[in-house]
């Protein structure tokens, strides 16, 4: 997922902010939390993201939601709407909640495959990326008939692509750009 740069920005000041002052874990459930309020509720996102709305309006409205969260979310949303940049609620949230599980070990990863895998498989491919990173690791598994076959896994901002389909677009693109030698002996 593509962030905008000052998600990544607001994002990145108030997870250090958090991790310095000993509080990651409770702003990123509190953020977190907020943010989710936000994104369900049309009435409350169309008021919070719409410029016209004054941003007086949207801090008393910030201010009421986040009663009893932790005071870094609070001053962070403030931030976020004296400098016209709510609308990057979501990526500064993604940010705080990825700094919060490299924090605590965790990885979340993505799985594609072919076809549905059983929980069995699913448990065994999770157990091994698991003893191979060192990481807690929970996955998330999605189905593409369009891979053809193998796996394509995404952690953070990566992807792995083990599938056919990527073989064979990485095949393909090598053979594009092969330099062919002359045959028959033609100068």
Known sequence: MAREA?????GTALAEAAQDAGRLEAVARDL?????????????SGALFNPAFPDVAK?????????GADPLVRNALLVLVDNKRLHALADVTEVVREADRR????????LTTAVPIDDAEAEQIRANLAQASGHEVTLQ????????????????????????RGRLESLRLSLRNARL???????
Do not use: C, F, N
């Open 6 to 10: 000052g998600g990544r920005v607001y």
């Open 141 to 164: 598994r999605s189905v593409d008939a369009s891979i053809l076959g193998g796996v394509v896994v995404r952690v953070r901002d990566r992807m792995i692509d083990m599938s056919v």
């Open 59 to 67: 801090k008393q409205i910030l201010k009421q939601l986040s009663e």
């Open 32 to 44: 977190g939390a907020l943010s989710a309020a936000v994104a369900e509720r049309r009435d409350l």
């Open 103 to 110: 924090a605590r070990r965790q990885l979340e990863l993505s």
């Open 181 to 187: 030698g002359s045959t028959g002996g033609e100068s």
